[in-house]
């Protein structure tokens, strides 16, 4: 079951920003299931003299709401609010509850999860414990890391040195053996939410759990496991 309606009925309940931004990014990572026209492009829809566009989260549900078969497409979160934003017309994620998302909250979450992601190998660098993080970062990378559950077996961050470079914060992953096939995925995710809330560059690491990264940073890092 999608996490989607919980967390935005927390947002909607307490209208505090890090209960949005955590509704964000789940939307972000999310593939909805959207009406496509017979030449393959989104379809809209009108009401009370307004286009809007509508997406469902899963197939069964976008199929008991229609009366006939209709094309549809899988759409991830990011792609279709960029989508979206561009053409100034807002989304409803169909459902029990509606959730309705206008042109500008569809800008902010193409503009801030649609960031380059970028996966750290740990290879011919220094790694050392971080500086003291803001309350912001402290927050979202407890939050991601909570959210993967069982999947991920420990979680670090520390800052890598490339010489002739900037440093950088990496997230080291211990992820579980039957979540390594999601290891892409998952690091995006991560990725894409700590990018919202620092001007640090940033890259999520996976290595195996013997490698000398992973190692290292159980022996220095900052602990992220709840």
Same mark, same amino acid.
């Given at each position: ?26 939307? $972000? ?49 990011? $792609?279709? $609010? ?23 909250? @569809? ?10 992601? =970028?996966?750290?190998?740990?290879? /011919? ?20 890391? $909570? ?56 890259? =999520? ?7 000398? @990264? ?8 900052? /602990?992220?496991?709840?």
């Amino acid at each position: 079951m999608s996490p989607l309606p919980a967390l935005h009925a927390k947002a909607v309940a307490s209208d505090q920003h890090r209960d949005w931004r955590a509704f964000y990014q789940a939307f $972000a990572g999310t593939s909805f299931v959207v009406p496509a026209s017979d030449g393959g492009t989104l379809a809209l829809a009108e009401e009370d003299g307004l286009t809007i566009a509508r997406a469902w989260l899963t197939a069964e549900d976008f199929a008991a709401a229609i009366s006939t078969p209709q094309a549809t497409a899988d759409l991830p979160g990011d $792609a279709l $609010a960029a989508m979206l934003a561009d053409a100034a017309i807002p989304l409803q994620i169909a459902g029990d509850t509606a959730m309705v998302l206008d042109a500008d909250q @569809l800008r902010w979450i193409a503009d801030t999860y649609n960031a380059e992601v =970028v996966q750290e190998t740990g290879q /011919g660098v220094h790694i050392s414990a971080p500086a003291p993080l803001g309350e912001d970062l402290v927050d979202v990378l407890g939050q991601s890391v $909570a959210a993967l559950g069982p999947a991920c077996r420990g979680a670090w961050l520390v800052e890598m040195t490339v010489p002739d470079d900037e440093s950088e914060l990496v997230l080291v992953l211990d992820l579980a053996d039957d979540a390594r096939s999601m290891e892409t995925p998952l690091a995006e995710t991560i990725a894409r939410a700590v990018q919202a809330v620092t001007d640090r560059r940033f890259a =999520v690491a996976c290595p195996p759990s013997d490698s000398p @990264l992973a190692g290292r940073a159980a022996e220095i890092g900052i /602990g992220m496991t709840p």
